[in-house]
């Protein structure tokens, strides 16, 4: 097993994104393996307040001084609020991608999108196959 953080109550995709539900709302970041391969990250892209985005369709961009990545809806739904500390410091990723490094909030239009996304172990053992 990789040294990578996968805290069991999230949902994963195998973009790297990872969800929490709360309610109606789906708080939305990069997993800690994203940020790893990544590196230091200095921008991110946030989308506008009021969009609404499909399942899979990228909302957002990270870059760092090695690549840009987009980031893609893990759900369907409605942005409601943005991580606006991230344009300031988006190294706050690099730090704690599960707390202070969450990117957006989607108000859910669909919950059940979340179904199919992986759980932790399945998420953990995906990111360990990567590294062979």
């Known amino acids: 097993m990789g ?15 990872w969800l929490r539900i709360e309610g109606a709302i789906g708080i939305i970041g990069i997993s800690d393996y994203a940020q ?4 230091d990250i200095v921008f991110v892209e946030l989308p506008e307040v009021g969009a ?8 957002g961009v990270v870059e760092s001084v090695k690549a ?10 409605k942005v ?8 300031d410091e988006p190294e706050v990723i690099n730090a704690d ?9 989607f108000e859910l239009s669909n919950p059940v999108d979340a179904d199919d996304l992986l759980d932790a172990a399945a998420y953990a053992a995906y990111c360990d196959s990567r590294q062979s």
Not at 68 to 77: K, T
């Open 3 to 17: 040294s990578w953080n996968t805290p069991a109550e999230l949902k994963y995709t195998k973009n790297d994104e």
């Open 36 to 39: 790893d391969q990544l590196n």
């Open 52 to 59: 609404t985005f499909q399942k899979g369709q990228s909302f």
């Open 68 to 77: 840009a990545s987009d980031i893609y809806a893990p759900v369907s739904g």
């Open 80 to 87: 409601i609020e943005v991580n606006t500390a991230l344009e």
């Open 97 to 105: 991608p599960y707390g202070k490094g969450w990117i957006v909030k």
